[in-house]
């Protein structure tokens, strides 16, 4: 039996994890009935492979006339009626027929999209979860449940639901049944536009580039300080000229200096030896012009 607390799982996962065509497939299935998941898939999947092979297994028994083979194939064709996966006088063959789409048409999510309860599978979603859809008017809160024939005209909202007003905004605007749900188109991306047409983003960005010209633009100082720069520029070079002039002036009593101390020297030297020097000449001279 199993603890009850940890009930077996009600899916069988694909053989292969990662085909490519099946992801597709399921994706697609999952946007146009609004599914949670690929476990959801995998559940009506599962859901469909057990009465079809029960009804595999009656179609290989039925030439035995058991009476209980007869039975067991009468009990799964009236509950397959009675969901309403099947219509009335359907026999074996038809369950074989059966594909994944008849089994997800019937849950509660889907039914409330085509009453027009909804705008979307999605939304019809949102308000089983949150507790405004009721059957018979008893609050039922699982998307996943099989509506059966007679429950289906008892869908609608419930006694203590805000929609119940026709001037909510989460109403729909037109209410009416739909047979089928439109598949959901992937939007495409816009045409690229030609390159010759101008468009309206070149010129902003124009603008901008314009902008940050004037930005760059250096600012115009005042005319004053550009005199005074131009004074002081001036007076610089004055002082150069007035330099270079000096530096030939200053080189010729270094010139002077240069020749006068080797004759000193030799004066020191004639007054060393008992010689007169040329100073003492020049007294004497005037001493007798004196006279």
């Known amino acids: 039996m199993g603890n009850p607390k940890f009930p077996r799982k009600k899916y069988n996962t694909p053989l292969h994890p990662w085909k490519e065509e099946r992801i597709k497939s399921e994706r697609e299935i999952i946007k146009k009935y609004g599914l949670k998941s690929h476990r959801e898939v995998w559940k009506a999947k599962t859901y469909l492979g057990r009465h079809r092979h029960q009804a595999r297994e009656?179609?290989?028994k039925i030439g035995t006339n058991d009476p209980q083979i007869k039975k067991e194939s009468d009990q799964l064709l009236m509950h397959l009626t009675r969901i309403g996966i099947l219509p009335q006088a359907s026999t074996l063959d038809d369950v074989l027929a059966l594909e994944i789409e008849s089994v997800l048409s019937r849950r509660l999510q889907t039914l409330v999209y085509l009453k027009g309860l909804s705008t979307t599978p999605d939304h019809s979603r949102q308000l089983i979860n949150h507790g405004h859809i009721a059957i018979d008017k008893k609050k039922v809160t699982i998307p996943s449940y099989m509506v059966?024939?007679?429950?289906?005209s008892d869908i609608g909202y419930t006694n203590r639901s805000p929609l119940n007003e026709i001037s909510h905004p989460a109403r729909p605007k037109t209410?009416?049944?739909?047979?089928?749900i439109s598949p959901v188109e992937d939007k495409k991306p816009d045409a690229k536009k030609e390159p010759g047409k101008p468009t309206e983003k070149p010129e902003i960005k124009k603008e901008n580039t314009e902008a940050k010209q004037e930005t760059k633009k250096p600012?115009?100082?005042p005319k004053e300080e550009t005199e005074k720069k131009d004074g002081g520029e001036e007076t610089k070079q004055e002082k150069t000229e007035t330099k270079q002039e000096a530096s030939p002036s200053e080189q010729k009593p270094t010139d002077d200096k240069k020749s006068?101390?080797?004759e000193d020297k030799s004066d020191e030297?004639?007054?060393e030896s008992g010689e007169p020097s040329s100073s003492e000449d020049k007294k004497t001279?005037?001493?007798k012009g004196g006279n």
């Open 285 to 287: 001279t005037k001493e």
């Open 148 to 152: 059966t024939k007679e429950e289906e």
């Open 260 to 262: 006068t101390k080797p």
């Open 269 to 271: 030297k004639k007054t």
């Open 175 to 180: 209410e009416g049944y739909k047979s089928v």
């Open 58 to 60: 009656l179609l290989a």
């Open 219 to 221: 600012v115009e100082k």
